[in-house]
C-alpha cells in the first residue's frame, strides 16, 4: 500500500469551525469519490495541542491505494480533479505540504 499524505492549512478569512465543518461535511464526501481509495482519513488540529506547541498545519488528509498505479490512475480521474477544484474553497495552497510514502509500522 501507499499513501498521499497532504499537510494543510486554512484559507485565510475562514474560522476553525467553518474550516473543520467544511472539509469534512463539504470536501469530505468530494474526496471520498476518488478512484481506488482504500482509506481516507482527515486529522484535523485541535486547538488544547497548541500548549504543547502551536500547530504548523490545521490538518493532515491521508489516502491509501494498493500501489503506486492505482494512485496514478486515480490522480488523473474527474473525481480527483474535483476534489483539487474543491479546495481552493479552503485551502490555502501556499502553506501546504505533499508527499506519497510507504508506512512501516513499529507499534
Request: aromatic letters at 10%.
Amino acid at each position: 500500500m501507499v499513501k498521499i499524505v497532504y499537510c494543510i492549512t486554512k484559507k485565510p478569512g475562514l474560522s476553525d469551525a467553518e474550516f473543520r465543518r467544511y472539509w469534512k461535511q463539504v470536501h469530505g464526501p468530494i474526496a471520498a469519490r476518488i478512484p481506488s481509495v482504500r482509506r481516507y482519513v482527515q486529522s484535523h488540529a485541535i486547538p488544547r495541542g497548541n500548549e504543547i506547541r502551536p500547530a504548523d498545519y490545521d490538518g493532515v488528509a491521508e489516502l491509501w491505494f494498493d500501489d503506486i498505479d492505482a494512485l496514478l490512475a486515480a490522480a488523473v480521474s474527474t473525481e480527483a480533479m474535483a476534489a483539487i477544484e474543491d479546495e481552493k474553497n479552503f485551502i490555502d495552497h501556499s502553506r501546504t505540504a505533499f508527499f506519497v510514502a510507504e508506512e512501516h509500522q513499529i507499534v
